[in-house]
Each structure stands twice: as C-alpha cells, then as structure tokens.
C-alpha cells in the first residue's frame, strides 16, 4: 500500500465469488473508485460464502482470474484473506482484519449490491458492522422505485439519520450507508458459465486474460 502523507487512506473492499470475474465486476468497481475517491479497491474473493451456493470452481482458480483481471489497473488490489480460512468468508472478520492491517487506520468502505444489504439482517455479528466502517450500496435496476429510507434493517434503523441530499445514512458512530446509483451492465457470471459450457463467445464479457485462463484449465467445461 503507497502512503499519501497528510491524506487520509479510504479502502473500498469488494468482495464476492467472482466465479468468474467480469467487466460488470470491473467497470462497477471503476465507476465507485471514481465517485468516492478511493485510494484503492481490493477485490476480496470469498472462500465458503455463507449465504450462497459454494461456488464449483476452486478458490485458486478464483483468485488468479481476478488477479488476471486487474492487472494494468493501478489502484485495484487482490486479497486472499477469506480464502486463506479454512471456513466460512465471514465480513466482519474480513472488516477486522483490514482495520488491524494498516497502522494508517484507513476510512473503509464495503462495497456491496442492494440484494445482498437487504439480506444483511441474517449476516452473522451485523450490527458491529455499522460502528467499523462505512458501506457503499449499489442499487440494481430492478430496485430503482425502492424508496432508499426502508432498505435499513428494522432493528438498527433508529441509530441513523437520513440525508435525502445525497441519499446516505449516518450512523450515531459517524459512519454512512451510502445508496448509490450505478450503471446497470447486464452481465452474471451464471451467464458467462453457461455461454462457455455451450461452447458459446464470451467476447466483451471477461477480459481477455481471464478468457485465456478458463481456456487454459478447461473451467465450466
């Protein structure tokens, strides 16, 4: 990590399968890098997600296609912190470990889509997670008539106050919930399985790189 004196050090962490990484994932995490200043965004593959499927395709394989795709972007980084737990990825251990990391104790920022958040209530030790960081929800396109004031969980939604200005939530711990519009791309890594295990293009979907790498070791075949 380079240090910026006198600059505060703001970590947005993106995790998820990444099974496989996709332009979606890439051009999402560019366009919040941008919006919130980010000093960097390190892509954090999960190793057994508690709350979906284990994905078929091993965490190594994983964690080299997403490093694949983020070379040449200067402000992207790879952890392999959850896949190194030998159990379930849990966040707010994933949280922990990047407040001990740094002795710059950087602003975090948890990057994560509105249908995840919504489910967050069943997230195991949630409610610490509002008093350790800051969080950046992505809104789909499917939920853009959502009112932002009800995606709270009912049980916490009394320690916040809403800004309508910029459609954030402050915590009585000086953190924010921010929900934020992003640019719709019609891309899922269920997809792209299918379009390869049927032999189809992927052009414009997956990098190059990654391309060449599900090719190389014959993944989703």
């Given amino acids: 990590m380079e240090r910026n004196p006198g600059k505060k050090i703001r970590l947005g962490l993106f995790g998820g399968t990444f099974d496989p990484v996709h332009y979606g994932h890439i051009n999402t995490a560019e366009e919040i890098q941008n919006k919130f200043k980010l000093t960097k965004t390190i892509f954090i593959p999960s ?20 490093r694949q795709a983020i070379s040449g972007y200067d402000l992207f980084e790879i952890s392999d912190t959850e896949i190194k737990r030998d159990s379930s990825s849990y966040s707010f251990q994933t949280i922990k470990h990047f407040k001990e990391l740094h002795k710059e104790k950087p602003e975090l920022f948890f990057i994560m889509g509105l249908d995840a958040f919504l489910e967050i209530h069943t997230w195991k030790n949630y409610p610490c997670f509002f008093s350790e960081c800051h969080f950046i929800v992505m809104n789909r396109p499917d939920c853009s008539n959502r009112n932002p004031e009800d995606i709270l969980p009912a049980d916490t939604a009394a320690e916040f106050v809403y ?54 070791h014959q993944l989703y075949r």
């Fill in 47 to 66: 190793h057994i997600p508690p709350h979906k499927k284990t994905p078929g395709t091993g965490s190594a394989h994983r964690l080299e296609m997403v």
């Fill in 163 to 216: 800004n309508s200005e910029n459609s954030s939530f402050r915590h009585t711990s000086g953190y924010s919930i921010h929900y934020v519009e992003v640019t719709p791309h019609d891309i899922s890594s269920t997809d792209i399985r299918k379009k390869i295990k049927n032999g189809r293009k992927t052009t414009g979907l997956i990098p190059e790189k990654v391309a060449d790498y599900i090719k190389d």
